[in-house]
């Protein structure tokens, strides 16, 4: 220690008093034991003096309040109650969230007509428990898709964990090369991260391909990449296609027959000319989307036939009750679809729209695109597919796809709570076990 030290340590004044009192040694003699000016022992002992000690006092009482310096004030601070009550007040809204301290400086010493600087700020939001951190992206719900979400949760409150692993997960998504989304900061405190006003929603961009596949708990299913339709397949998928509502015409319009007459029932007093069969969409003649992509007819043609049929028939054999999940994506919601799964006698689990929370191969597709960045280099859309493909049958454990499955009732539970809403962290808690 400094020879000349202005505060000296609770130890050394303790020593001080001890040395001054029991051991009855002068002043200069302390100092040179201790390392200390004689000055600084002097002020030690007049101020324990000060603060009630008595040295004649037998036994030795020396307290903690006789030698323990009092907590000094300090400067005032710069923000006083006003600036952080309208601080908290504009940091909780949009806009608020994303301005920098040097606009929020500004927003304050405007509203206020005061001045404070960017650094005042940042110490203030530091002090109350703000610190940039990245909004939470969520998808947006709209009153009617939280009503289904809701309503599927309280159907499915009761599922265990042995019924979650009679599902066939399926999903797509899209794979963009050479591409970095950008990130941006917002203020929040750590328990705020899945507030209204600290979340962004995402929206559906442009892909460079689509990659699908399917799970179940037991065993990884088969996965696709989908390459582009040419011309030539295009001409092909029609003249199937054209094939195909030659014979489902007649099939069609024997249900019609049927069940037409049987809704004009007490109509026959009803204006207007008897109705008559005509095979278009309406009636329900399969017609391709006009905008080419993915559409209900090359999903079956290269999914639900050679891959998800039979992946889903060999899971029956081990799984009796085995349903298939299907988004409300248009290729998977088309009727034709529907009838495919009767006849393959597959069953379907319904679902909610705008759900990925409750997919639990959602995180699949976060786990292999970060996963790709770090250990792959996608120059070409060849070399992309090689690695997608190789990471979903060799990097992706089925260990880490029980673990997706194994959160899905805490989702429900979420759900919930939260009336149908998605303001929640997904995954579940570590060292969790919903078995």
């Not at 920098?100 to 010493?109: E, K, R, T, V, Y």
């Not at 703000?130 to 599922?159: I, N, V």
């Not at 998504?173 to 705020?192: A, P, Q």
Request: overall charge positive; proline content about 6%; hydrophobic content about 35%.
């Amino acid at each position: 220690m400094p020879k000349h030290a202005p505060n000296t340590d609770i130890s050394i004044r303790s020593a001080v008093i001890t040395l001054r009192t029991i051991a009855r040694l002068p002043t200069k003699e302390i100092a040179a034991i201790l390392n200390l000016d004689p000055r600084t022992v002097q002020r030690i002992y007049a101020k324990a003096c000060e603060r009630g000690f008595d040295p004649t006092c037998r036994p030795f009482a020396l307290r903690d309040h006789h030698i323990t310096d009092k907590r000094r004030p300090g400067r005032p601070p710069k923000a006083s109650q006003e600036v952080v009550s309208s601080l908290e007040k504009k940091i909780d809204t949009f806009d608020g969230r994303n301005m920098s301290s040097a606009d929020l400086a500004a927003f304050i010493s405007s509203s206020l007509n005061i001045t404070i600087s960017a650094s005042t700020i940042q110490r203030t939001l530091k002090k109350l428990g703000y610190s940039k951190c990245k909004p939470t992206m969520k998808p947006g719900l709209t009153p009617e898709m939280k009503a289904a979400r809701y309503q599927f949760a309280l159907e499915h409150k009761d599922w265990t964990l042995e019924d979650w692993k009679k599902v066939i997960w399926t999903d797509e998504t899209s794979v963009l090369l050479n591409y970095w989304k950008g990130s941006f900061r917002i203020w929040r405190k750590k328990e705020e991260k899945y507030f209204k006003t600290c979340t962004r929603r995402r929206f559906k961009g442009a892909s460079q391909f689509m990659f699908w596949g399917a799970f179940s708990y037991d065993k990884k299913g088969p996965c696709y990449v989908w390459p582009k339709e040419t011309a030539k397949e295009k001409k092909e998928n029609d003249k199937a296609l054209e094939a195909l509502n030659k014979e489902l015409e007649p099939v069609i319009r024997a249900e019609w027959e049927l069940n037409k007459p049987m809704e004009r029932l007490g109509l026959r007093t009803k204006r207007g000319r008897k109705p008559q069969w005509r095979w278009n969409k309406k009636n329900g003649k399969l017609v391709r989307d006009s905008k080419g992509g993915i559409d209900w007819y090359r999903y079956q043609k290269h999914i639900l036939h050679p891959l998800l049929f039979p992946f889903a028939q060999e899971c029956q054999k081990e799984r009796p009750d085995t349903l298939v999940m299907e988004d409300n994506a248009p290729p998977h919601a088309h009727h034709f679809n529907r009838r495919l799964y009767d006849l393959n006698h597959v069953c379907r689990l319904l679902w909610p729209g705008n759900s990925p929370d409750l997919n639990p191969i959602e995180p699949v597709w976060g786990f292999m695109k970060k996963f790709g960045r770090q250990n792959y280099v996608f120059r070409t859309h060849a070399e992309a597919h090689r690695a997608w493909v190789r990471m979903w049958n060799e990097d992706v454990s089925q260990r880490r796809l029980q673990e997706f499955v194994e959160r899905i009732p805490e989702h429900i539970a979420q759900i919930i709570r939260l009336k149908g809403g998605n303001e929640y962290k997904e995954g579940r808690a570590k060292g969790e076990n919903n078995e």
